[in-house]
C-alpha cells in the first residue's frame, strides 16, 4: 500500500489550517458555524487517509473543502503542488479531472432519469476526453471493471440495488482517470453484506490505478480495514494523526481513546473499560475556549488542591457547571431575558434540589462546598453570569483557557493535548491510576 | 450489447419503420390539402406579423427620444441573448481562439457578445443590401406549390361532405352530400373528421409500441411507469377526452362548422345562399346577412332558432343561432381555435420564464433568489383582473394590438403577469432538487451551470411544468373569457367564447337560453378537461401522490411543491 518513507518526501494533498466557516456571510451577525476550524494534514501518494469523528465533526465538509465543494475561509490546500484555493474557474475545471468524490448515499448520488451509460460518460463529455465512440468504449470498461456489465449502459438507475448503485457512482468517479478520490462514507448506507465488497472493490482499484484516497468514516471497523493513516476529528478540529495500527493499539488523546473504547469488543471483560462522555458536543457555533473537549473530556486536568477528589466527586463537579452553561444560555438572547423578567421561564429544577442530588452522595473539602452553596445562592438571586464566573475561577485550568498544540507523540503519531505537556500526566497514566 | 444509434438499429430491422411511415403517409395523403392551406396560412401570418413588428420598431426608431434608446437597448439585449444561447449550446468559442487568460464565465459571456454582434451586423447588412426581398422572393416561391397543393381534395373537408343546401316541396334535398339532410350532412361530417383524429392517435400510439419492441435499447425507462400508471387514471382520461375534443375543434374548425367563418362571421354580406322560398315556388337566392335578419334568437318564441333546429333557409343549427341570426356553433368552433392559440402562447411564455427564473432561483440563491421573489411578489401583489384591464387599455392602440386583433398582446399579457405563479409552483421543488448529491457531484467533476441546470434540474422539474402548464392553460381560456365578457380582450368580430356568454347574456331566462349556457357550459368543461389532465400527470409523474382521492388534501400540498 504505502511506503511511510515517500510521505514525507512528496505528499499528494497538504492541507494547512483549513477553516470553513458556514453562515459569516448573514447580514445580521450571529457566530457562524466553525464546521472546520484549523485542520492541517498530508496524504501521501497512494495512501488511504481516514477521517473519523462522530457525525457533525465537521469531516464531511472538510471533504468538500478539499474539492473547493465548499468555499473555505482561510488556510492552503495545496494538491501536487498546485495551491487549490487559488485556482481560477478554468483550471479549476481542469484540475477537476485529477479529483473525484464518491457519496455516501448511492440512491441521490445519480440523476435517476439519466441511463447508466450517460452518467459514467458525462465527465467524459465534459471534458472533451477523446472521440465519442472512444467514450463509449470507455465507460463499457469502466462498468466491466466495477463487476457491473457492460448491457447495463441502457438500464435506468431505478433498477439497480444499492451496492450497484455505489458501483456506477465509483466508475462514474474513475471516468477520468483522477489520481485522488474523496470516499464520504462510500459504505456506510448499504448491506454489511454488501459493505465488505464495495470495500474490497476500492481496495483492488486502488492497486490497479495507483489512487490516493481520502475515507471519511464513522465506523472504525470500516477505517481499521482499509485506511493507512487516520485522523480523529471532533469539533471542526483534528485531534489526533497516525497510523492506523498504531493509532487503534494507542490512542494518546483522550477523545481517541473515549471514541475507540466504544468499539464493541467480542471479548466481554475486554470491554471493562469502556469510557462513556458525558452529554453531547457543543454547538460548533460557540465551541468551548481551550480545548474543544474540555467540556466532555474524562482526563482533564485538575488543579493541584483538586487532585484528592474521587472521579465521581469530580463529575458531579462538571455536571453542575454543564447545569449553569445551560442556565445562562437560556438567558442569552433579549427574548428570553424580558420572559425571565416577568417570571415565564421555561420550567427548571430548582437549584437547591440539583445541588442536593449532585452533592449529597459524598462529602466534600470544605473550599469546594462552600463554593457550590455560593453559586447556588448567586442563582436564586438570578445572577447566572457571576454564578458560571465563581466555579470557572475556582475550578477552570489550563484546559479550558488555552489551545491545545499538536505533540509529536510516537512515529508519525500526533496528539492535541495539554497532557502531552512535561509537567502534566500522560492520558495513558491518568488513566492507569 | 453495444450502444448503436437509432438510425443503425432501423437499418437493421426496417420494416416495422418502413409500414409505419407509409401509415403516416397515407393518413398525411388524405388531408394533404389541408395541411397545405394551414402551412401557407401560417406562413402568412408569420409573415404579417413579422412586418407589423418591424413596421412598429421603425415607428419607434423614427420617433426618436427615450423610445428609440428603449428600442435600441431591447435589440441589443436580445442580440446578446440570443449570441449566449448560441455559445452556450453549440459550446463554439471566438474568444477562446484569441486569447487564453480570460477566465470561463466573461469569456462565455463574451463570445455570446460576439456572437450577437455578429448576428446584428449580419443582419443590418441583410437589410441595406435587399436580402429580405430575396427571402419573400424565396418564400413566394415555396408557397407557391403549397398554396396549389392546398387545392387538393382532402376527406374531411365540406366540399366532400357538403352539408349546405335546400329542400324541395317533394321533401328531398338538393346540394347536400348524396341527398341527406344537412343535419345528418354535417354529423356525418363531425363524425369523419373525430375518426380520422382518432386514427392518427391510434396510429402514433402503434408507432410507440413498435418502437418500444424493435427499437429501443433499454427495456425499461421510468417514463414506461408513468404511462402505466396514467391507463387507470379514470378521471384523467375523461380530461384527455375533453381536451382531444377541444383541441379537434381547434384545429378543424373550419370543417366541424355548419358554414364557414367568412360566410358566417366576417363577411354575411358577401355571400349568398340558395334557399326554395314557398311563397315564389322556386329556388331564389338570398344575401346571407339578409337571411341572418330573420333567423335571429331574440329571446321570444317568434324570434328564436334553438338548438338542433332548421331555419326557414333550410339551415341546420346545432347549437341554435346567435342575437344577429347567425350560426352559434361555427361561433364556438373558430372561438375555440383563439382560445387554445391565446393559451398555448401564454402559457408558453410564461413556462418558459417560470422554469428559466426557479432554476436560476435555486441554484445561485442568494441575490438572484431574492430579486425574482421580490420582482415575482410584486406581480402577484397586484390585482390581476385590474392589471389585464390597465395594460389591455394603454395598450390598445400600439401595433402589438394589431396582431392577432389583440389575442397576441392578451397572451403577452397574461404569460407577463402570470409567470410569477408557476415560477412559484417550480420554486420550491427546484430548491429541493438543487440540494440532491447528484447536482453536486457534477459539480465535482467540473459541469457548468447551465449544463447542471439543463441535464440534472430540468428533468426532474419537466413533470411539474407539464402539470402546473395544464392547469394554467384552463385559467387562461377562462381569463380570456371573462375580458371578453367584460367587453375587452379580443375585438369583434373574431369569436370568442365569452363574447358569446356576453351577447346572451340578457336571453338567459328566456327561449334563447341557448346563448349564454351552452358556450358558459363549453368554457367549464374544458377548463375542468385541463385540470384533469393536470392530475393525471401529476398522479403519472410522481408516484408518492399515489393517494389520489384517498387523501385529496395532502396530494394538493405536494402538487404545490415544497
Given at each position: 500500500?504505502?511506503?511511510?518513507?515517500?510521505?514525507?518526501?512528496?505528499?499528494?494533498?497538504?492541507?494547512?489550517?483549513?477553516?470553513?466557516?458556514?453562515?459569516?456571510?448573514?447580514?445580521?451577525?450571529?457566530?457562524?458555524?466553525?464546521?472546520?476550524?484549523?485542520?492541517?494534514?498530508?496524504?501521501?501518494?497512494?495512501?488511504?487517509?481516514?477521517?473519523?469523528?462522530?457525525?457533525?465533526?465537521?469531516?464531511?465538509?472538510?471533504?468538500?473543502?478539499?474539492?473547493?465543494?465548499?468555499?473555505?475561509?482561510?488556510?492552503?490546500?495545496?494538491?501536487?503542488?498546485?495551491?487549490?484555493?487559488?485556482?481560477?474557474?478554468?483550471?479549476?475545471?481542469?484540475?477537476?479531472?485529477?479529483?473525484?468524490?464518491?457519496?455516501?448515499?448511492?440512491?441521490?448520488?445519480?440523476?435517476?432519469?439519466?441511463?447508466?451509460?450517460?452518467?459514467?460518460?458525462?465527465?467524459?463529455?465534459i471534458h472533451d476526453w477523446g472521440m465519442p465512440h472512444d467514450r463509449r468504449n470507455r465507460v463499457s470498461e469502466l462498468l466491466d471493471r466495477v463487476g457491473l456489465q457492460p448491457e447495463h449502459y441502457h438500464r435506468y438507475p431505478h433498477q439497480f440495488s444499492g451496492g450497484q448503485r455505489q458501483r456506477i457512482g465509483i466508475a462514474r468517479a474513475l471516468a477520468l482517470e483522477p489520481d485522488f478520490i474523496v470516499l464520504d462514507e462510500p459504505v456506510s448506507a448499504l448491506d454489511v453484506s454488501v459493505q465488505a465488497k464495495i470495500l474490497n472493490l476500492l481496495l483492488d482499484l486502488q492497486d490497479e490505478y495507483d489512487l490516493t484516497y481520502l475515507?471519511?468514516?464513522?465506523?472504525?471497523?470500516?477505517?481499521?480495514?482499509?485506511?493507512?493513516?487516520?485522523?480523529?476529528?471532533?469539533?471542526?478540529?483534528?485531534?489526533?494523526?497516525?497510523?492506523?495500527?498504531?493509532?487503534?493499539?494507542?490512542?494518546?488523546?483522550?477523545?481517541?481513546?473515549?471514541?475507540?473504547?466504544?468499539?464493541?469488543?467480542?471479548?466481554?471483560?475486554?470491554?471493562?473499560?469502556?469510557?462513556?462522555?458525558?452529554?453531547?458536543?457543543?454547538?460548533?457555533?460557540?465551541?468551548?475556549?481551550?480545548?474543544?473537549?474540555?467540556?466532555?473530556?474524562?482526563?482533564?486536568?485538575?488543579?493541584?488542591?483538586?487532585?484528592?477528589?474521587?472521579?465521581?466527586?469530580?463529575?458531579?463537579?462538571?455536571?453542575?457547571?454543564?447545569?449553569?452553561?445551560?442556565?445562562?444560555?437560556?438567558?442569552?438572547?433579549?427574548?428570553?431575558?424580558?420572559?425571565?423578567?416577568?417570571?415565564?421561564?421555561?420550567?427548571?429544577?430548582?437549584?437547591?434540589?440539583?445541588?442536593?442530588?449532585?452533592?449529597?452522595?459524598?462529602?466534600?473539602?470544605?473550599?469546594?462546598?462552600?463554593?457550590?452553596?455560593?453559586?447556588?445562592?448567586?442563582?436564586?438571586?438570578?445572577?447566572?453570569?457571576?454564578?458560571?464566573?465563581?466555579?470557572?475561577?475556582?475550578?477552570?485550568?489550563?484546559?479550558?483557557?488555552?489551545?491545545?498544540?499538536?505533540?509529536?507523540?510516537?512515529?508519525?503519531?500526533?496528539?492535541?493535548?495539554?497532557?502531552?505537556?512535561?509537567?502534566?500526566?500522560?492520558?495513558?497514566?491518568?488513566?492507569?491510576? | 450489447?453495444?450502444?448503436?444509434?437509432?438510425?443503425?438499429?432501423?437499418?437493421?430491422?426496417?420494416?416495422?419503420?418502413?409500414?409505419?411511415?407509409?401509415?403516416a403517409f397515407v393518413l398525411v395523403g388524405i388531408e394533404l390539402g389541408r395541411i397545405a392551406s394551414g402551412l401557407v396560412e401560417i406562413g402568412d401570418a408569420t409573415a404579417a406579423a413579422l412586418e407589423t413588428v418591424s413596421g412598429g420598431i421603425s415607428d419607434a426608431l423614427a420617433v426618436g427620444g427615450a423610445t428609440a434608446v428603449a428600442v435600441w437597448l431591447g435589440i441589443g439585449v436580445t442580440l446578446a441573448l440570443v449570441g449566449l444561447a448560441i455559445a452556450t449550446w453549440t459550446r463554439a468559442t471566438l474568444v477562446l481562439r484569441v486569447t487564453e487568460s480570460i477566465p470561463l464565465r466573461p469569456q462565455q459571456s463574451l463570445d455570446g457578445?460576439?456572437?450577437?454582434?455578429?448576428?446584428?451586423?449580419?443582419?443590418?447588412?441583410?437589410?441595406?443590401?435587399?436580402?429580405?426581398?430575396?427571402?419573400?422572393?424565396?418564400?413566394?416561391?415555396?408557397?407557391?406549390?403549397?398554396?396549389?397543393?392546398?387545392?387538393?381534395?382532402?376527406?374531411?373537408?365540406?366540399?366532400?361532405?357538403?352539408?349546405?343546401?335546400?329542400?324541395?316541396?317533394?321533401?328531398?334535398?338538393?346540394?347536400?352530400?348524396?341527398?341527406?339532410?344537412?343535419?345528418?350532412?354535417?354529423?356525418?361530417?363531425?363524425?369523419?373528421?373525430?375518426?380520422?383524429?382518432?386514427?392518427?392517435?391510434?396510429?402514433?400510439?402503434?408507432?410507440?409500441?413498435?418502437?418500444?419492441?424493435?427499437?429501443?435499447?433499454?427495456?425499461?425507462?421510468?417514463?414506461?411507469?408513468?404511462?402505466?400508471?396514467?391507463?387507470?387514471?379514470?378521471?384523467?382520461?375523461?380530461?384527455?377526452?375533453?381536451?382531444?375534443?377541444?383541441?379537434?375543434?381547434?384545429?378543424?374548425?373550419?370543417?366541424?362548422?355548419?358554414?364557414?367563418?367568412?360566410?358566417?362571421?366576417?363577411?354575411?354580406?358577401?355571400?349568398?345562399?340558395?334557399?326554395?322560398?314557398?311563397?315564389?315556388?322556386?329556388?331564389?337566392?338570398?344575401?346571407?346577412?339578409?337571411?341572418?335578419?330573420?333567423?335571429?334568437?331574440?329571446?321570444?318564441?317568434?324570434?328564436?332558432?334553438?338548438?338542433?333546429?332548421?331555419?326557414?333557409?333550410?339551415?341546420?343549427?346545432?347549437?341554435?343561432?346567435?342575437?344577429?341570426?347567425?350560426?352559434?356553433?361555427?361561433?364556438?368552433?373558430?372561438?375555440?381555435?383563439?382560445?387554445?392559440?391565446?393559451?398555448?402562447?401564454?402559457?408558453?411564455?410564461?413556462?418558459?420564464?417560470?422554469?428559466?427564473?426557479?432554476?436560476?432561483?435555486?441554484?445561485?440563491?442568494?441575490?438572484?433568489?431574492?430579486?425574482?421573489?421580490?420582482?415575482?411578489?410584486?406581480?402577484?401583489?397586484?390585482?390581476?383582473?385590474?392589471?389585464?384591464?390597465?395594460?389591455?387599455?394603454?395598450?390598445?392602440?400600439?401595433?402589438?394590438?394589431?396582431?392577432?386583433?389583440?389575442?397576441?398582446?392578451?397572451?403577452?399579457?397574461?404569460?407577463?403577469?402570470?409567470?410569477?405563479?408557476?415560477?412559484?409552483?417550480?420554486?420550491?421543488?427546484?430548491?429541493?432538487?438543487?440540494?440532491?448529491?447528484?447536482?453536486?457531484?457534477?459539480?465535482?467533476?467540473?459541469?457548468?451551470?447551465?449544463?447542471?441546470?439543463?441535464?440534472?434540474?430540468?428533468?426532474?422539474?419537466?413533470?411539474?411544468?407539464?402539470?402546473?402548464?395544464?392547469?394554467?392553460?384552463?385559467?387562461?381560456?377562462?381569463?380570456?373569457?371573462?375580458?371578453?365578457?367584460?367587453?375587452?380582450?379580443?375585438?369583434?368580430?373574431?369569436?370568442?367564447?365569452?363574447?358569446?356568454?356576453?351577447?346572451?347574456?340578457?336571453?338567459?331566462?328566456?327561449?334563447?337560453?341557448?346563448?349564454?349556457?351552452?358556450?358558459?357550459?363549453?368554457?367549464?368543461?374544458?377548463?375542468?378537461?385541463?385540470?384533469?389532465?393536470?392530475?393525471?400527470?401529476?398522479?403519472?409523474?410522481?408516484?408518492?401522490?399515489?393517494?389520489?382521492?384517498?387523501?385529496?388534501?395532502?396530494?394538493?400540498?405536494?402538487?404545490?411543491?415544497?
Amino acid at each position: 500500500m504505502t511506503e511511510q518513507n515517500d510521505e514525507q518526501d512528496d505528499p499528494l494533498v497538504v492541507v494547512d489550517g483549513l477553516r470553513t466557516y458556514y453562515g459569516s456571510e448573514r447580514l445580521l451577525g450571529g457566530e457562524p458555524v466553525k464546521a472546520v476550524d484549523g485542520v492541517s494534514f498530508e496524504i501521501a501518494r497512494g495512501e488511504t487517509f481516514g477521517i473519523v469523528g462522530e457525525s457533525g465533526c465537521g469531516k464531511t465538509t472538510l471533504g468538500r473543502s478539499i474539492l473547493r465543494l465548499e468555499d473555505a475561509d482561510s488556510g492552503t490546500v495545496e494538491f501536487d503542488g498546485t495551491d487549490l484555493l487559488s485556482l481560477g474557474r478554468r483550471d479549476l475545471k481542469a484540475w477537476r479531472r485529477n479529483a473525484q468524490m464518491v457519496y455516501q448515499n448511492p440512491t441521490s448520488s445519480i440523476n435517476e432519469r439519466m441511463t447508466v451509460g450517460r452518467i459514467v460518460r458525462e465527465p467524459l463529455d465534459i471534458h472533451d476526453w477523446g472521440m465519442p465512440h472512444d467514450r463509449r468504449n470507455r465507460v463499457s470498461e469502466l462498468l466491466d471493471r466495477v463487476g457491473l456489465q457492460p448491457e447495463h449502459y441502457h438500464r435506468y438507475p431505478h433498477q439497480f440495488s444499492g451496492g450497484q448503485r455505489q458501483r456506477i457512482g465509483i466508475a462514474r468517479a474513475l471516468a477520468l482517470e483522477p489520481d485522488f478520490i474523496v470516499l464520504d462514507e462510500p459504505v456506510s448506507a448499504l448491506d454489511v453484506s454488501v459493505q465488505a465488497k464495495i470495500l474490497n472493490l476500492l481496495l483492488d482499484l486502488q492497486d490497479e490505478y495507483d489512487l490516493t484516497y481520502l475515507l471519511i468514516a464513522h465506523d472504525l471497523s470500516v477505517v481499521r480495514h482499509i485506511c493507512d493513516r487516520v485522523g480523529v476529528m471532533y469539533l471542526g478540529k483534528l485531534m489526533e494523526v497516525g497510523p492506523t495500527e498504531q493509532l487503534f493499539r494507542s490512542p494518546s488523546n483522550p477523545y481517541t481513546r473515549a471514541l475507540l473504547s466504544a468499539i464493541p469488543q467480542p471479548d466481554p471483560d475486554a470491554g471493562a473499560d469502556r469510557i462513556t462522555l458525558r452529554g453531547t458536543p457543543p454547538s460548533p457555533r460557540n465551541p468551548p475556549t481551550g480545548c474543544v473537549f474540555s467540556t466532555r473530556c474524562p482526563f482533564k486536568i485538575r488543579r493541584e488542591e483538586h487532585e484528592s477528589l474521587t472521579t465521581e466527586q469530580w463529575d458531579s463537579i462538571e455536571e453542575f457547571r454543564d447545569v449553569l452553561r445551560e442556565r445562562e444560555k437560556l438567558r442569552t438572547t433579549p427574548l428570553q431575558r424580558v420572559k425571565a423578567r416577568l417570571g415565564r421561564e421555561p420550567p427548571v429544577t430548582p437549584i437547591e434540589e440539583v445541588v442536593s442530588e449532585l452533592f449529597e452522595l459524598s462529602t466534600y473539602p470544605e473550599s469546594v462546598q462552600e463554593t457550590v452553596d455560593q453559586t447556588a445562592t448567586l442563582v436564586v438571586e438570578g445572577e447566572f453570569t457571576a454564578a458560571r464566573e465563581l466555579l470557572e475561577e475556582t475550578f477552570s485550568t489550563v484546559c479550558e483557557h488555552e489551545r491545545p498544540d499538536q505533540h509529536q507523540v510516537a512515529d508519525g503519531q500526533a496528539s492535541r493535548c495539554h497532557r502531552h505537556l512535561s509537567e502534566y500526566e500522560e492520558p495513558r497514566e491518568f488513566l492507569s491510576e | 450489447m453495444e450502444y448503436r444509434p437509432l438510425r443503425e438499429r432501423v437499418r437493421e430491422r426496417p420494416r416495422p419503420f418502413l409500414l409505419w411511415l407509409l401509415g403516416a403517409f397515407v393518413l398525411v395523403g388524405i388531408e394533404l390539402g389541408r395541411i397545405a392551406s394551414g402551412l401557407v396560412e401560417i406562413g402568412d401570418a408569420t409573415a404579417a406579423a413579422l412586418e407589423t413588428v418591424s413596421g412598429g420598431i421603425s415607428d419607434a426608431l423614427a420617433v426618436g427620444g427615450a423610445t428609440a434608446v428603449a428600442v435600441w437597448l431591447g435589440i441589443g439585449v436580445t442580440l446578446a441573448l440570443v449570441g449566449l444561447a448560441i455559445a452556450t449550446w453549440t459550446r463554439a468559442t471566438l474568444v477562446l481562439r484569441v486569447t487564453e487568460s480570460i477566465p470561463l464565465r466573461p469569456q462565455q459571456s463574451l463570445d455570446g457578445l460576439v456572437f450577437g454582434l455578429a448576428l446584428g451586423v449580419g443582419g443590418w447588412f441583410a437589410l441595406q443590401v435587399g436580402a429580405v426581398d430575396v427571402l419573400a422572393r424565396l418564400a413566394s416561391s415555396v408557397r407557391f406549390p403549397l398554396g396549389w397543393l392546398g387545392e387538393l381534395p382532402t376527406l374531411t373537408s365540406r366540399e366532400t361532405i357538403p352539408n349546405q343546401g335546400y329542400q324541395t316541396p317533394d321533401g328531398t334535398w338538393h346540394g347536400t352530400f348524396l341527398g341527406l339532410s344537412p343535419a345528418l350532412a354535417w354529423t356525418l361530417r363531425v363524425l369523419v373528421v373525430h375518426l380520422y383524429v382518432a386514427a392518427w392517435l391510434i396510429w402514433l400510439w402503434t408507432g410507440y409500441l413498435w418502437y418500444r419492441n424493435y427499437y429501443r435499447q433499454a427495456d425499461w425507462t421510468p417514463r414506461d411507469d408513468v404511462i402505466q400508471r396514467l391507463r387507470y387514471h379514470r378521471w384523467g382520461q375523461f380530461g384527455m377526452v375533453v381536451v382531444l375534443l377541444f383541441l379537434t375543434m381547434a384545429a378543424f374548425a373550419p370543417s366541424l362548422g355548419t358554414t364557414t367563418a367568412e360566410q358566417n362571421i366576417y363577411a354575411p354580406f358577401s355571400h349568398t345562399i340558395e334557399y326554395y322560398d314557398e311563397e315564389l315556388g322556386e329556388v331564389t337566392d338570398i344575401l346571407v346577412g339578409n337571411a341572418n335578419l330573420n333567423t335571429r334568437s331574440q329571446g321570444y318564441a317568434a324570434e328564436n332558432v334553438g338548438p338542433m333546429s332548421y331555419d326557414q333557409y333550410d339551415r341546420f343549427h346545432p347549437f341554435g343561432t346567435l342575437t344577429d341570426g347567425s350560426d352559434l356553433f361555427t361561433f364556438l368552433v373558430h372561438g375555440a381555435r383563439v382560445s387554445l392559440i391565446i393559451g398555448l402562447l401564454s402559457v408558453g411564455v410564461s413556462a418558459i420564464l417560470g422554469t428559466v427564473f426557479a432554476l436560476v432561483s435555486a441554484y445561485y440563491r442568494g441575490l438572484a433568489d431574492l430579486v425574482l421573489v421580490v420582482t415575482g411578489d410584486t406581480i402577484m401583489g397586484v390585482p390581476r383582473l385590474l392589471l389585464l384591464i390597465l395594460l389591455t387599455v394603454i395598450l390598445a392602440d400600439t401595433w402589438l394590438a394589431s396582431l392577432y386583433d389583440g389575442g397576441v398582446l392578451l397572451a403577452l399579457i397574461l404569460a407577463a403577469t402570470g409567470w410569477p405563479f408557476l415560477w412559484r409552483s417550480f420554486r420550491g421543488p427546484t430548491l429541493q432538487i438543487a440540494e440532491e448529491d447528484w447536482v453536486d457531484a457534477a459539480r465535482s467533476y467540473g459541469q457548468s451551470p447551465s449544463g447542471i441546470m439543463r441535464l440534472h434540474m430540468l428533468p426532474y422539474l419537466v413533470g411539474y411544468l407539464l402539470i402546473y402548464s395544464s392547469l394554467v392553460l384552463g385559467g387562461v381560456i377562462l381569463a380570456v373569457a371573462g375580458l371578453s365578457f367584460l367587453g375587452l380582450g379580443i375585438t369583434a368580430p373574431t369569436p370568442e367564447w365569452g363574447r358569446a356568454v356576453d351577447l346572451g347574456r340578457e336571453y338567459v331566462a328566456t327561449n334563447s337560453w341557448h346563448i349564454s349556457l351552452i358556450p358558459g357550459i363549453m368554457v367549464t368543461l374544458v377548463v375542468m378537461g385541463f385540470n384533469a389532465v393536470g392530475d393525471a400527470l401529476r398522479d403519472a409523474v410522481d408516484p408518492q401522490s399515489d393517494a389520489g382521492v384517498a387523501n385529496a388534501s395532502e396530494t394538493e400540498s405536494r402538487g404545490g411543491g415544497v
